[in-house]
């Protein structure tokens, strides 16, 4: 036995033996300051290698086993994965390294969150010591205060003696000064009333000292076991306790200072304000505005809004003065102030070239500019606004605005009125007056604007310019030639003739209103036209007006504004600046302005953003209340339902156009058009080209696209061919304002119109088992077809109204009857048919309907 225990001892196994454990303490830091030391315990684990056996005590001959089986089943996994064992080896070595890496990332956070609970547990203390100080301050005021009440209690206390006045001095003694039972004897040694009234005063001054010691051990909290067994004489007072008593100290300062005089400001009231700023304006207390408004029946809050009026209530109430100030104040001194006389300098004349359309007004300016702009003009009609500057022989310059003479661009006819300073009125020789010259005399006397006279096409053989003049006269119109004082000159844009004549008549006229502006100024225009280019972004063709419009101003422009990035003239060159009456494409703004908004330039971005949004607001607010007043009251609907009235048919339409002003013609002509049974309505309209979500807002309103002059991208024609959108291309308005009559009149209910056949008497009414009643009948006038309309005629009263169901000749079904002629007639279901009754046949025909 010895032997085998000397030889297993000597085989390697170590003595089965007990190991200590070591032991230490670790702080553990809780919130409030708090900290405990607990007692730990530490083992030693046992290592182990990767391959589970362990690092020590194996025999060397294990090793060589397990390394030839761990190569093999590398080179097994290698050739699963279609790759090298030195690659596998590598990918093992990098998902090593990767593992180390998170490894020691992850310790570095667990380094930076521990330093960061110990940055907030050292915050926690100091907040904590800081709420400690506070609460022992106000322990002690509020000793103090008690301590003082107790003893004004004890002075104030009137003792009435009936012998003589001698001091009390012993009963203004505290109790705590003087023990209980000298005061009683020496009270009692008086004698008679006053030692009862001293006796009464002391009692009321030791209840006082009572009452103070006893309000001390009142907030000292419930009595619990730690306080009854432990000393809790440094026990602190409870948080809330501290804030009733700051709040009755607050209490008590504004009861005292309730009696001062308060101070009267003036306040500003816009024509919404939430209660909090209201407060602050008026130096007043949130909760004392809040409290005010429960006490009149309201449940407001702080950020809750009341209008102008509820705030003037309020203001009144707590002794302030208002002043009403109004959202639309931001624009006040929007257009500067007024030039001095010093200051300006000439400029040159704007002048506008109106007329009917095809009476070659652009001709006429291509003449004075020498270029073609017809051409590029979709049918040979100008479909925009053209702005262009003229520099003549003797270096003078002529702003000219050429406009649409389409009757559906009449909003872009009245702008080019009121921007300009001359009208030149074309009428062609051979035309004479027609629709739209008498709008275009309108709008120029209405914007109060001279007119010059230019009778174009004198060059024809039928052309009569006298006719021209003379029927001039009707719209009070009289030229130079007849007695007036307006100008007339006869030009030819073919031949050239008259052309000095007219831009000398502009530049008389224009001396003769001494036009001036001062371009030392921040500018200000209109703009004329806006659209959104695809390279350069929303573009608005602007006409300065006064002052020079510079690359970098801050421009608003509408419900748009922006910083001006390029000014580009009518020949694509840059500029870098502009200065009055120069009309010029201004880059750089967040969106296309509506045309004939004015263009203001501003100091800075905030004030641009503030106008901006003020005016955004209103159109919604406007586009708001537009569309609540277009709907149809429950009482108009149930009115036009009794009077049979047709429910109206809408065709929506998506409407996209390179121009603003583009978009405005389409849609006033489609309300023009429309009628009380069918309407056409723009969904949406804007200018660009189509894109997705124009074909998903069509889709989703069921509506077709229009575009006029604009393109869809790729995108958005595969989307609107598997979505089923229609898509229809336009360049003039003409074939667009067709192509919507035409849909509107097919919307357009047919016209039923009724034809009278004939009468049939009843002879004999006969009872058919599977077909009912027929009467068997004789035409007396006119004839019967087979499912036309009938009328029963009794006694000369219609009884019933339908359809012939059955009509035959004896056993035949036949189509038609002639007067004279015996037949069976049956009606849909109806059999109430009696001898003697008299039959109205007659035919209904629907006749389709047009717009006019």
Not at 256 to 261: L, S
Not at 281 to 288: F, G, I, L, P, S
Not at 371 to 391: L, N, R
Request: aromatic share 2%; glycine share 8%; net charge neutral.
């Amino acid at each position: 036995m010895s032997d085998n225990n000397d030889q297993g001892n000597s085989g390697g196994r170590k003595p089965l033996t007990v190991v200590r454990k070591t032991s230490g303490t670790v702080k553990q830091s809780f919130s409030h300051g708090r900290s405990k030391q607990v007692v730990v315990e530490t083992k030693k684990r046992r290592p182990v290698t990767a391959g589970g056996a362990p690092a020590s005590g194996q025999p060397a001959e294990a090793e060589a086993p397990a390394s030839e089986s761990m190569e093999a089943k590398l080179v097994a996994l290698a050739s699963k994965l279609g790759i090298t064992v030195a690659e596998l080896k590598a990918r093992q070595k990098v998902l090593e390294q990767r593992k180390a890496e998170e490894a020691a990332r992850a310790k570095d956070a667990e380094k930076e969150k521990a330093a960061q609970d110990r940055l907030r547990t050292e915050q926690e203390r100091k907040a904590m010591e800081g709420r400690e100080r506070e609460e022992a301050e106000a322990r002690r005021k509020a000793e103090e205060e008690a301590r003082k009440a107790a003893e004004a209690a004890a002075a104030a206390q009137p003792v009435e003696r009936a012998a003589s006045p001698r001091p009390r001095a012993a009963a203004a003694v505290p109790a705590a000064s003087a023990p209980v039972e000298d005061e009683d004897a020496g009270r009692v040694k008086r004698g008679g009333k006053v030692a009862k009234d001293d006796r009464a005063g002391g009692d009321r001054a030791r209840e006082a000292a009572a009452r103070s010691r006893d309000t001390g051990e009142r907030r000292r909290g419930k009595l619990t076991i730690a306080s009854a067994l432990g000393d809790d004489a440094d026990r602190q007072r409870s948080l809330a306790s501290v804030r009733r008593a700051r709040e009755r100290e607050r209490e008590r300062k504004m009861g005292g200072a309730g009696d001062r005089e308060k101070v009267s400001i003036e306040v500003t009231l816009p024509e919404t304000i939430t209660l909090q700023d209201l407060a602050q304006r008026m130096n007043e207390r949130v909760a004392d505005v809040v409290k005010f408004m429960f006490k009149q029946g309201e449940m407001l809050r702080g950020n809750d809004i009341v209008d102008a009026d509820t705030a003037e209530l309020i203001a009144a109430e707590f002794g302030h003065t208002v002043k009403r100030v109004s959202e639309a104040d931001v624009e006040i001194g929007l257009e500067g102030e007024a030039d001095d006389e010093g200051e300006l300098q000439p400029r040159p004349p704007i002048v506008t070239i109106m007329g009917h359309v095809d009476h070659g007004k652009t001709s006429l300016l291509d003449a004075l500019r020498k270029t073609d702009v017809v051409s590029g003009e979709a049918g040979g009609i100008t479909q925009h606004i053209g702005a262009y500057q003229v520099q003549l022989k003797s270096g003078e310059r002529i702003t000219f605005l050429d406009t649409p003479g389409h009757a559906a661009f009449t909003a872009m006819r009245a702008r080019g009125a009121n921007a300009t300073d001359i009208a030149v009125l074309v009428v062609a020789a051979d035309d004479s007056i027609m629709p739209q010259t008498v709008e275009s005399i309108n709008h120029a006397k209405a914007a109060g604007v001279p007119i010059i006279v230019a009778v174009t096409k004198t060059d024809l053989h039928d052309a009569n310019p006298e006719k021209v003049l003379t029927d001039l006269l009707q719209h009070d119109i009289q030229v130079e030639a007849m007695g007036g004082a307006t100008q007339a000159v006869k030009v030819s844009s073919k031949t050239g003739a008259g052309l000095d004549d007219l831009t000398d008549a502009i530049t008389l006229q224009a001396e003769i209103l001494e036009l001036k502006a001062n371009p030392h100024r921040a500018a200000d225009g209109v703009v004329i036209e806006s659209k959104l280019d695809k390279g350069r972004g929303p573009v608005a063709t602007v006409l300065i007006k006064r002052g020079t419009l510079k690359r970098g101003d801050i421009v608003v422009a509408g419900a748009q504004w922006g910083k001006v990035r390029a000014l580009v003239d009518e020949r694509g060159q840059q500029l870098g600046e502009a200065g009055p009456s120069l009309p010029v494409e201004v880059l750089g703004l967040d969106g296309a302005p509506d045309p004939g908004e004015a263009l203001v330039v501003v100091d800075s971005e905030s004030r641009a953003r503030e106008i901006t949004e003020y005016r955004a607001r209103t159109k919604r607010q406007i586009a708001g209340n537009a569309g609540v007043a277009a709907r149809v009251s429950l009482d108009q609907l149930l009115s036009r339902l009794k009077d049979g009235a047709v429910e109206t048919r809408e065709l929506p339409i998506v409407l996209k156009a390179d121009v603003q002003g583009s978009v405005e013609a389409i849609s006033m002509s489609l309300d023009k058009i429309s009628t009380e049974e069918v309407r056409g309505r723009v969904v949406h309209g804007a200018v660009g080209g189509i894109s997705e979500s124009d074909v998903l807002l069509a889709k989703s309103s069921s509506a077709p696209i229009f575009a006029f002059n604009v393109r869809a991208n790729k995108q958005a024609r595969d989307l609107a061919e598997r979505e089923g959108v229609e898509i229809r291309y336009y360049s003039v308005i003409y074939d667009l304002i067709d192509d919507v009559k035409a849909t509107l009149s097919g919307m357009l209910a047919p016209e039923k119109r009724e034809t009278f056949l004939g009468y049939a008497d009843i002879l004999e009414v006969f009872n058919i088992t599977k077909t009912g009643k027929v009467a068997g009948c004789r035409i007396s006038e006119g004839k019967v077809l087979r499912g036309c309309g009938v009328r029963l005629l009794r006694d000369n009263v219609v009884i019933h109204e339908g359809r012939l169901k059955t009509l035959k000749r004896f056993k035949d079904e036949v189509t038609e009857v002639n007067a004279g002629m015996e037949c069976g007639m049956a009606f849909e279901r109806y059999e109430d048919i009696r001898v003697g009754d008299k039959i109205e046949c007659f035919q209904v025909e629907e006749i389709a309907r047009t717009l006019a």
